[in-house]
């Protein structure tokens, strides 16, 4: 699938995996929106592209309308990567065994709006503006790429909720491409194990913990680049080969129980 002169979406574009996307899409040639709530980190990102941003929390319907139409208004819209996502570590049941300690069901809604219904959001709203493309040779016409994780299938003690987002994201794959193929849209998931981005943090602590968290990575010994990922969300955007596929991207690395 050709990049070049087409545009894209890249939600959570401000940093991390979503930035050395858009960085990786915009040397293809592609015009990149960044959909974002970091309206700080997300205009330095664009701007440094050439790109356009664009404020968005990924669960609103109308603020991703207007990111997809920002998108369009550049070149038409043929590659979406969703990235937004967020973290949350805590245990089902609390130390004490009261009910008020056990997981917070507010949080676990949260974890599970942003992070799965926020990348179906995405993916329906822009796979319905790719079905007006005119098609390529395929009949193709634009390609979707979400990012669930390793804790989708390998979820730690204390990933519940974030495993149960991830896991809705693989699940969701195969029948999103078959509902997608009618209009020439594929969709592909790319499960990340360990890469290093702002998601850990930034104190001393967060440095220690990568560095333990490398030590189980069966090899290469260290955690994975962002533009590692990047570099194969954009070969599943260009290969049009490639539909319905989840992918690990994690050195072998397989997570143990904490
Ligand atoms: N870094 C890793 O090791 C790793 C591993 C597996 C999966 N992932 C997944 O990869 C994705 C990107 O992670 P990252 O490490 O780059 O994290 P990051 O924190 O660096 O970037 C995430 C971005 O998403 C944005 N965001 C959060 N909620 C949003 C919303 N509602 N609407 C729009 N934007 C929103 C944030 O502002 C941030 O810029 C996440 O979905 C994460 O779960 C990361």
């Not at 930035?19 to 040397?27: G, K, N, Q, Y």
């Not at 967020?86 to 949260?110: N, P």
Request: glycine share 10%; with cysteine.
């Amino acid at each position: 699938m050709e990049l070049n002169n087409t545009s894209a979406l890249v939600t959570g574009g401000a940093s991390g995996l979503g930035e050395a996307t858009v960085r990786a899409l915009a040397a293809r040639g592609a015009r990149v929106v960044v959909v974002d709530l970091n309206a700080e980190r997300g205009e330095a990102v664009a701007a440094s592209v050439q790109g356009v941003f664009a404020s968005c929390d990924v669960t609103d319907p109308a603020q991703v309308i207007a990111a997809i139409d920002a998108a369009t208004a550049l070149a038409p819209l043929w590659s979406v990567v969703n990235c937004a996502g967020i973290a949350w570590a805590q245990r089902t049941v609390g130390k004490d065994g009261e009910y008020a300690s056990a997981h917070d069901l507010d949080v676990y809604r949260k974890v599970i709006e942003v992070n799965l219904i926020g990348t179906f959001n995405v993916c329906r709203l822009a796979a319905t503006a790719m079905s007006h493309n005119t098609p390529d040779d395929d009949g193709g016409r634009g390609a979707l790429v979400n990012t669930a994780s390793v804790a989708a299938q390998d979820g730690q003690i204390g990933q519940v909720a974030y495993s149960s987002s991830k896991g809705g994201i693989v699940g969701l794959t195969l029948p999103l491409a078959r509902d997608l193929s009618a209009v020439g849209v594929r969709a592909n998931c790319i499960l990340p194990g360990l890469i290093d981005t702002p998601i850990y943090g930034f104190a001393p602590e967060s440095e220690e913990f990568k560095a333990r968290l490398a030590s189980g990575v069966l090899f290469p010994h260290r955690l994975g680049q962002p533009s590692e990922f990047a570099s194969l969300a954009v070969e599943l955007l260009a290969n049009s080969y490639m539909n319905a596929a989840c992918v690990r991207l994690d050195a072998g690395v397989r997570l143990p129980p904490k």
